[in-house]
Nanobody, 123 residues
């Protein structure tokens, strides 16, 4: 499956952005979608994940209450709504996917990756 992420940009602290990731190439059914991010000089970290039905989601603790992951299966697209952004949220955000029903924190669990979109939060 191919993943195409977009929506990154420059935003002031306290602002919002919505990232989108469109999937193509294979069935979207039974595809767990996730967002992960990598800040300069840091390891890639989990942000959020969602099952195919949308019934189950998982968030990293630091994103709970600020970020919301959702999906539109009719459009084969997953979204990440980011509110109350902080400078420490600055990173390249990656869309990732794997088939199945489990939500994994580890980036190594995801075997399909998009190209990443840069989010910069200014103070």
């Amino acid at each position: 499956v191919q993943l195409q992420a977009c929506g990154g940009g420059l935003v002031q602290a306290g602002g919002s952005l919505r990232l989108s990731c469109a999937a193509s190439g294979r069935t979207f059914s039974n595809l767990v979608m996730a967002w992960l991010r990598q800040a300069p000089g840091k390891e890639r970290e989990f942000v959020a994940a969602i099952t195919w039905s949308g019934a189950n989601t998982r968030y990293a603790d630091s994103m709970k209450g600020r970020f919301t992951i959702s999906r539109d299966n009719a459009k084969n697209t997953v979204y990440l709504q980011m509110n109350s952004l902080k400078p420490e949220d600055t990173a390249v955000y990656y869309c990732a996917a794997r088939y199945g029903n489990s939500l994994y924190y580890s980036w190594s669990a995801y075997d399909n990756w998009g190209q990443g979109t840069l989010v910069t939060v200014s103070s």
